[in-house]
């Protein structure tokens, strides 16, 4: 028996809003969408991974703004919706109107999951997400320990701050494989400074080669 054909990936609409500007014509221009702003640490990092499981299986526009760097459209969102900010923070909208949001550690698949089946229609194929970020600067210190050149304590302290600093918005996947070394950061809300030995979880070399291996 053939298999079913499989439906082609579908390019999932991710846009920077960079100004207020930009802001109005992404609303203007799709009248079911998302704005997603993102912060400076592994909240966004992890409020974007859940989010990115929705958008492979449902249709919805996104735009993104990097709070820091882009603050005029961060505080246009704000002052058109009257929600207050938060990053990250995910804001549904139709017809430019405000329809949900929720912010931080709260952007869970339990906080999604009715608001989508509601609200977004699905996907007849898988949505593609890309975006810009990549995780070169994990292999190179993942590198460096396995060629000796960290000690595993050296190499945790690094490790732990690069993850919690990343504000990237990765896939859930990348995400979970990322937190895998030292815990996944929500179950801390953000205590990771309260790890205790690098080799608690297992043989630490072979989790790093394994790790690495994973991430191609």
């Given at each position: 028996?053939?298999q079913?054909?499989?439906q082609?990936?579908?390019?999932?609409?991710?846009?920077?809003?960079?100004?207020?500007?930009?802001v109005?014509?992404?609303l203007?221009e799709?009248?079911?969408?998302?704005?997603?702003?993102?912060?400076?640490?592994?909240?966004?990092?992890?409020?974007?991974?859940?989010?990115?499981t929705?958008?492979?299986?449902?249709?919805?526009?996104?735009?993104?703004?990097?709070?820091?760097?882009?603050?005029?459209?961060?505080?246009?969102?704000?002052?058109?919706?009257?929600?207050?900010?938060?990053?990250?923070?995910f804001?549904?909208?139709?017809?430019?109107?405000?329809?949900?949001?929720?912010?931080?550690?709260?952007?869970t698949?339990?906080?999604?999951?009715p608001?989508?089946?509601a609200?977004?229609?699905?996907?007849?194929?898988?949505?593609a997400?890309?975006?810009?970020?990549n995780v070169?600067?994990?292999?190179?210190?993942?590198?460096?320990?396995l060629?000796?050149?960290?000690?595993?304590w050296?190499?945790?302290?690094?490790?732990v701050?690069?993850?919690?600093?990343d504000?990237?918005?990765?896939?859930?996947?990348?995400?979970?494989?990322?937190?895998?070394?030292?815990?996944?950061?929500?179950?801390?809300h953000?205590?990771?400074?309260?790890?205790?030995?690098?080799?608690a979880?297992?043989?630490?070399r072979?989790?790093v080669?394994?790790?690495?291996?994973?991430?191609?």
């Amino acid at each position: 028996m053939t298999q079913a054909t499989q439906q082609p990936e579908q390019q999932q609409v991710l846009v920077p809003l960079t100004t207020p500007e930009e802001v109005d014509t992404f609303l203007k221009e799709y009248p079911l969408a998302a704005v997603f702003k993102a912060g400076t640490c592994h909240k966004t990092m992890q409020g974007f991974g859940v989010l990115e499981t929705f958008l492979k299986r449902h249709d919805l526009p996104v735009g993104f703004i990097r709070v820091v760097d882009w603050r005029p459209a961060s505080n246009h969102v704000a002052e058109r919706t009257g929600i207050i900010h938060h990053s990250p923070q995910f804001i549904l909208f139709r017809e430019g109107e405000p329809q949900f949001e929720v912010n931080n550690w709260d952007i869970t698949s339990q906080a999604l999951t009715p608001v989508f089946e509601a609200q977004v229609p699905r996907r007849s194929g898988e949505g593609a997400i890309a975006t810009e970020d990549n995780v070169e600067p994990y292999r190179r210190l993942m590198r460096a320990f396995l060629d000796g050149g960290l000690s595993e304590w050296a190499f945790q302290d690094q490790y732990v701050t690069l993850f919690r600093d990343d504000a990237s918005l990765r896939s859930q996947r990348e995400f979970e494989l990322l937190s895998r070394l030292f815990g996944d950061p929500d179950a801390y809300h953000g205590g990771l400074h309260q790890l205790g030995a690098p080799q608690a979880r297992g043989d630490l070399r072979a989790r790093v080669q394994a790790l690495l291996t994973e991430l191609g």
